[in-house]
């Protein structure tokens, strides 16, 4: 059954999923019941973008081992994937539990929580972070996690400062450039009515950041959605901002109409000012003269 589990492994790692997964089900029928093949079943199938049942594999693995810590992590990852980061939440706290050394499953917790909105929550847990990272990389793991944070609470200087020191360390590149794209274009918007030089800087900024991206990763999933965020403010600059569009809020797709100028009816929006006419003076009384005296 091992030399089963092996061979899967191995047309896994060579990306030949659909092979592995036959592998799987022969070693199924000797022990289906075995956490190492429902676990390498599940990652084939996560793979596969199978969700579902990806994570119906990983919570048999995790019921067969319910002390491994890792196997509640996957869980979680697989929620995130799912979209429901508010169902991984439970599982990272549950890996954290059983082992309070490793630090992805402290790393997701903090990014789940600012998924779902929950700052504080995430801020809290960076200190913790720091202590456990004791490699380059996770430590990069957290950087990326702290600039999120920072990002979120709109200290945007302070979140672009992290990104582009931890770009130049080669760590974590492609997500921190990512994040990276984001916080330009928000200090993009920040800027773009009282400094719009800087403003377009951001823009070109962020520019650079995805055209690296895509030198290092063309297939990312993320690369449309960026450069949609690019091109929505290339819009504002080209047509011009609205009142309507203020920095710093969340913003409607922007159209690439050119803007139209709507007449506002008396009931909806005040009469436009009227040009005050200068006031009639009134005629000039001449004092009266006293009668002439002889």
């Not at 790692?13 to 997964?21: G, M, Q």
């Not at 549950?94 to 790393?107: G, R």
């Amino acid at each position: 059954m091992a030399s089963l589990r092996d061979a899967a492994e191995c047309l896994h790692r060579l990306d030949r999923n659909e092979e592995a997964l036959q592998f799987l089900q022969r070693a199924k029928r000797q022990e289906s019941e075995n956490p190492f093949v429902l676990d390498l079943e599940s990652r084939i199938l996560e793979h596969l973008g199978q969700l579902t049942p990806a994570y119906e594999s990983a919570l048999l693995a995790s019921a067969r081992d319910p002390i491994n810590a890792h196997r509640q992590n996957r869980l979680g990852v697989i929620r995130v994937k799912q979209g429901a980061p508010q169902l991984a939440i439970s599982h990272f706290e549950k890996a954290i539990e059983l082992d309070q050394d490793l630090v992805s499953p402290a790393n997701s917790l903090a990014s789940a929580y600012l998924d779902t909105g929950d700052i504080g929550s995430a801020e809290r847990l960076i200190p913790q972070l720091k202590a456990k990272a004791r490699t380059p990389s996770n430590l990069s793991l957290v950087r990326h996690t702290e600039a999120r944070v920072a990002f979120a609470k709109k200290y945007l200087e302070q979140s672009r400062e992290i990104l582009k020191y931890e770009v130049t360390l080669i760590h974590n590149v492609v997500p921190n450039l990512g994040l990276l794209v984001r916080v330009e274009c928000a200090i993009f918007d920040r800027d773009l009515r009282t400094f719009p030089t800087m403003a377009a800087l951001s823009l070109k900024s962020a520019e650079a950041a995805l055209a690296r991206i895509v030198a290092l990763d063309q297939s990312n999933e993320f690369i449309d959605a960026l450069r949609a965020e690019i091109e929505e403010r290339h819009s504002l600059v080209k047509h011009g901002t609205t009142g309507s569009k203020m920095p710093g809020k969340p913003q409607a797709k922007v159209s690439t109409a050119p803007p139209v100028e709507v007449q506002a009816s008396p009931a909806s929006a005040p009469s436009p000012p009227l040009r005050k006419k200068p006031p009639i003076k009134p005629p000039l009384s001449l004092p009266q003269k006293p009668p002439f005296k002889r």
